[in-house]
C-alpha cells in the first residue's frame, strides 16, 4: 500500500507557473505508476497527465500538452507536476493518483478507474 500527498497548489495569476509535488510513503514508489487528475466545481474529475514507474513515458491529455510537464524522481519516492502558462480553466484541486505496475515504461493509464491509490489534492485558482 502507499500513501500520497500532494503539495505546491495556490492562487497565481495567468501565464504563471506552478509545480505540484506528489510525495509517496509506505511503498516504493517505483513500483507505480504516477498520475495526475483534476476536478474543477461542479465538474468530474479528468485525467491530467501520467508516468510510467521509469520515467521515460508519458502521457498528457490534450489541454495539458505543451503546458505541463510530468517527471518523477523515484530517489525521492515524489512525482511532480510542473505546470505553465496556467488558464483561469485550469482551476482545480490536482490530485495525484498511483497504480502498481508490472510494465516499467507503460504510461497509459488516463481512467480514474484504473488508480487505486489517491492522495487528498492541491487547491490551484487562476486568476486573470
Known amino acids: 500500500q502507499v500513501q500520497l500527498s500532494e503539495s505546491g497548489g495556490g492562487l497565481v495569476q495567468a501565464g504563471a507557473s506552478l509545480r505540484l509535488s506528489c510525495a509517496a510513503s509506505?511503498?516504493?514508489?517505483?513500483?507505480?505508476?504516477m498520475g495526475w487528475f483534476r476536478q474543477a466545481p461542479g465538474k468530474e474529475r479528468e485525467f491530467v497527465a501520467a508516468?510510467?514507474?521509469?520515467?521515460?513515458?508519458?502521457y498528457y491529455a490534450d489541454s495539458a500538452k505543451g503546458r505541463f510537464t510530468v517527471s518523477r524522481d523515484n530517489a525521492k519516492n515524489t512525482a511532480y507536476l510542473q505546470m505553465g502558462s496556467l488558464k483561469p480553466e485550469d482551476t482545480a484541486v490536482y490530485y495525484c493518483a498511483a497504480i502498481q505496475s508490472l510494465f516499467t515504461s507503460s504510461a497509459y493509464y488516463t481512467k480514474i478507474d484504473d488508480y487505486n491509490y489517491w492522495g487528498q489534492g492541491t487547491q490551484v485558482t487562476v486568476y486573470s
Open positions: 509506505g511503498r516504493t514508489a517505483s513500483s507505480y505508476v
Open positions: 508516468i510510467s514507474r521509469s520515467g521515460d513515458n508519458f
